[in-house]
């Protein structure tokens, strides 16, 4: 029981893996995320580092699958040390009159209604000493983000407030501020852009962490 677990939702690729790579020498790291070969593919670094994972390609939207999965990481280890939710759904760049009806439900669905289950499902686990951290991106009003801006920004929010609600019972809550990284979803936003100008995702993840108490 000494182990740590680290939760890591959105961990297939960018600051998800990143993290996940990071924390995997102190952490048994728990990946979750739908695309199952990223989370091979990132299974594969962790063991070729001397170290382990356990996957769960699964759908964060699913409320039955992520209380099955909480469930099983109490009945295995009885607690998290870490979530770090990275999960995030970024819709396509749009004029607020002209945004998909599905591609909105879709945005409300991972980075809101998810987010707040997640928390509901977490929290116990974490206890009054866990941790665990959200990722902010300043998009919320600007010109045609107007999905993703408003989705995320509730987003972080929502984890604000739960920061401000535990600062004395726990957990520690943590809003994070990442440098722009070449990642998936930077690159559906700004597809001509110099991406050798941006930090790295592992550079992203060391730097976060240092500043914390884990």
């Keep these: ?12 690729r960018g600051l998800g893996a990143a993290l996940a790579e990071a ?8 990946a979750v ?25 699964m759908d964060i939207t699913n409320t039955d699958a992520m209380a099955q999965l909480c469930r099983s990481v109490y009945d295995r280890w009885g607690r998290i040390d870490l979530w770090a939710h990275c999960a995030i759904h970024a819709a396509p760049l749009s004029p607020a009159d002209h945004i998909d009806a599905k591609d909105w439900d879709k945005s409300v669905a991972v980075n809101i209604t998810a987010t707040g289950t997640l928390i509901r499902f977490v929290t116990p686990l974490l206890g009054r000493t866990g ?12 010109k045609f983000f107007g999905a993703y801006g408003a989705t995320k920004t509730a987003q972080i929010a929502l984890a604000r407030s739960w920061a401000a609600e535990t600062v004395k019972t726990g957990p520690h809550v943590h809003v994070l ?27 992203e993840a060391a730097r976060l962490l240092a500043g914390l108490e884990l």
């Excluded at 029981?1 to 961990?11: C, D, F, H, Q, R």
């Excluded at 070969?37 to 001397?50: H, T, V, Y």
């Excluded at 941790?131 to 600007?142: H, I, K, M, N, S």
């Design 1 to 12: 029981m000494s182990e740590k677990i680290a939760l890591i939702t959105g961990a297939s």
């Design 131 to 142: 941790t665990a951290l959200f990722f902010e991106d300043p998009r919320g009003g600007e």
């Design 177 to 203: 501020s990442p440098a722009p990284m070449p990642t998936a979803t930077r690159a559906r936003f700004f597809p001509g852009e110099d991406r050798a100008q941006l930090a790295s995702p592992r550079h």
């Design 23 to 30: 924390l995997a020498p102190s952490h048994h790291i728990v």
């Design 33 to 57: 995320a739908r695309t199952t070969g990223a989370l091979e593919e990132l299974d594969d670094r962790i063991q070729a580092g001397g170290h382990a994972a356990t996957l769960a390609p």
